[in-house]
């Protein structure tokens, strides 16, 4: 006997009662399956309701052959009648979320004459691919058009058409149908077969807010928020906006502009401190000439500091070339050879003897240690 679907009914039902007709053990904890449920299976990218049955956790819901089957934490007694609660919360998100979709996807759908070919409810974000190449410009004009709609407040019209009705329906299906179909219907804005739930008017969908278009297959996948979860995001990002606008002194929506000036006074400042480097390693480099084999020790520099230097000293000082830039115990070092001259075996000894990482080939190695300045000399006096 197929269980009667109280969600079909009254998509806003938080609590019934119902039947235990059978409780199973199974891996996942007891399959109960009752007369009547208002619990919805996972189904059409929706994910299942979650809640409690006579105060047992429902951890999961499905359907099969018109059968749903409750996966609850603990077992309930046979024959009983239960109270049903839904998490509320979580049902309506995904009525928002779900029904969101359908708008925007009915409006992408009829103005670039393409299918919604995927959905996915994550926890996080909704994703939806279609096969057309919709540009950034496009998913936002549909999202404007998505808000209006929502915001007319349109009451939405959910139908189980009979074969020959359906016939006269131009409805989207991303998969061909057989038996009863149900038709849910956006006046306006969509018409779609789904069996998933959805709100009764579309202001009760908040809005819709798309976070990115990015090229998928052959075409586009988005990513989008609805109702609570939108108004969570923008919330924060509004927050995070007011953050970086005390910072920099500016109000929250002129904080790009002054991230981008910031931007640019830092690249200045990094190529100021470039040509100052550059110019005090070509003074050491002068310094070392002729010396051979040299050790040198620096402050910590730039993660590329301690190999412009061990470049320019090797062109100088007629032998290996070893820095070492750090302090305490933590040291990044480059040693090079100008002439090529393999230093392998001298690296691999050095990591050994001085808790090092790295490598290089054609005379040039880099990498870290962990050694006191003391033990980084000692090493090269028998080295060198």
């Known amino acids: 006997m197929e269980t009667e679907k109280l969600y079909y009914a009254d998509p806003f039902l938080k609590e019934f009662t119902a039947k235990v007709l059978t409780c199973e053990a199974a891996e996942t904890g007891w399959e109960v399956v009752l007369d009547q449920t208002a619990f919805y299976p996972e189904g059409g990218g929706q994910p299942a309701d979650h809640g409690t049955l006579g105060g047992v956790n429902v951890l999961d819901v499905y359907e099969k052959d018109g059968v749903v089957f409750h996966i609850c934490e603990n077992p309930v007694e046979i024959g009983e009648t239960v109270t049903g609660q839904l998490d509320w919360a979580r049902r309506f998100d995904h009525m928002q979320q779900h029904s969101g979709e359908h708008i925007l996807s009915g409006i992408l759908c009829k103005t670039h004459h393409c299918d919604n070919v995927g959905f996915h409810m994550g926890a996080d974000t909704v994703t939806i ?6 540009s950034w410009e496009q998913a936002l004009e549909a999202e404007r058009r998505a808000n209006e709609y929502i915001w007319a407040d349109v009451p939405i019209d959910i139908s189980f058409p009979t074969p020959e ?5 131009d409805y989207r299906s991303k998969k061909e149908l057989t038996g009863q179909v149900r038709i849910v219907a956006f006046p306006g804005a969509d018409c779609c077969a789904c069996c998933g739930t959805h709100v009764l008017r579309s202001g009760q969908v908040g809005l819709v807010k798309i976070l990115s278009c990015q090229k998928f297959r052959e075409g586009v996948r988005l990513e989008i928020l609805c109702g609570g979860r939108a108004f969570a995001l923008l919330s924060a990002t509004w927050e995070q906006s007011r953050a970086v606008g005390r910072r920099l002194s500016v109000k929250p929506q002129d904080a790009a502009e002054a991230v981008e000036r910031l931007e640019t006074e830092l690249n200045a400042a990094k190529a100021g401190l470039t040509r100052l480097e550059d110019a005090l390693f070509e003074r050491i480099a002068a310094q070392e000439t002729g010396r051979g084999n040299t050790l040198l020790f620096q402050p910590p520099l730039r993660p590329d500091g301690a190999r412009k230097l061990a470049d320019a000293v090797s062109r100088t000082c ?7 830039a750090g302090e305490g115990e933590q ?14 075996p001298l690296v691999k000894t050095m990591n050994a003897a001085l808790h090092g990482r790295g490598g290089g080939r054609n005379g040039f190695a880099q990498g870290s240690v962990q050694a006191k300045q003391a033990e980084i000399e000692a090493f090269f006096k028998t080295a060198f």
């Open 331 to 344: 040291y990044q070092y480059a040693l090079l050879r100008a002439d090529g001259k393999d230093i392998g």
């Open 318 to 324: 007629g032998g290996l070339a070893a820095v070492f």
């Open 165 to 169: 009705e359906l016939k006269s329906i």
């Open 129 to 134: 691919d279609y096969n057309a190449d919709i």
